[in-house]
T-cell receptor, first 116, second 114 residues
Framework: DAGVTQSPTHLIKTRGQQVTLRCSPK?????VSWYQQALGQGPQFIFQ???????QRGNFPDRFSGHQFPNYSSELNVNALLLGDSALYLC???????????????FGPGTRLTVT | KNQVEQSPQSLIILEGKNCTLQ??????????LRWYKQDTGRGPVSLTI?????NTKSNGRYTATLDADTKQSSLHITASQLSDSASYIC?????????????FGTGTQLKVEL
């Protein structure tokens, strides 16, 4: 049973460029949440997708956008990259039917983005 | 503003010793509280999840407590091992109309030494 997978593992981009990160949820999960984790900080919630729509969003600018595909996988897109976007980007999957309760959320290994 | 504060920020203990990590929160309305273990460069892994009605939950050598009245939680690690070296993150869930919304603490960095 594959857990949450993310690609790529590492990425280096230049300021102003655009980046796309990918996530495949754990088998049986239909909800994907994205987080940004700066060095030495806790993860910050970016947004959550289920049924191919953005359902919740944290305090991130519109430069951060996402998409969920019919197979539940998801992409995180960041436009006009800033140096401050350098972070570990985590994807977590869960099951929509459990969202109202103490649902279990499984994290992927993350994508380390460095903006130079 | 909902906040989760953890203490200490970092901790060094000797292998075999016990330790307790603290978490205070202001999240409301409260839904549940989680403790995660995060190894460097990896995604967090869930240790425990507690709802309002639970005041203690164990997972092997990890025991979490919750006092919903004082909005405090602790994570006790017994007989520490070198592999316990990691960041321990307290996460509090707020129940919203759209489901649970998670607020993460900044973590306690634990190092276990010989």
């Amino acid at each position: 049973d594959a857990g949450v997978t993310q690609s790529p593992t590492h990425l280096i981009k230049t300021r102003g460029q655009q980046v796309t990160l990918r996530c495949s949820p754990k088998s049986g999960h239909d909800t994907v949440s994205w987080y940004q984790q700066a060095l030495g900080q806790g993860p910050q919630f970016i947004f959550q997708y289920y049924e191919e729509e953005e359902r919740q969003r944290g305090n991130f600018p519109d430069r951060f956008s996402g998409h969920q595909f019919p197979n539940y996988s998801s992409e995180l897109n960041v436009n006009a990259l800033l140096l401050g976007d350098s972070a570990l980007y985590l994807c977590a999957s869960s099951n929509k039917s459990r969202l109202a309760g103490p649902y279990e959320q499984y994290f992927g290994p993350g994508t380390r983005l460095t903006v130079t | 503003k909902n906040q989760v504060e953890q203490s200490p920020q970092s901790l060094i203990i000797l292998e075999g010793k016990n330790c307790t990590l603290q978490c205070n929160y202001t999240v409301s309305p409260f839904s549940n509280l989680r403790w995660y273990k995060q190894d460097t460069g990896r995604g967090p892994v869930s240790l425990t999840i507690m709802t309002f009605s639970e005041n203690t939950k164990s997972n092997g050598r990890y025991t979490a407590t919750l006092d919903a009245d004082t909005k405090q939680s602790s994570l006790h690690i017994t007989a520490s091992q070198l592999s316990d070296s990691a960041s321990y993150i307290c996460v509090v869930s707020e129940l919203t109309g759209g489901g649970n919304k998670l607020t993460f603490g900044t973590g306690t960095q634990l190092k276990v030494e010989l």
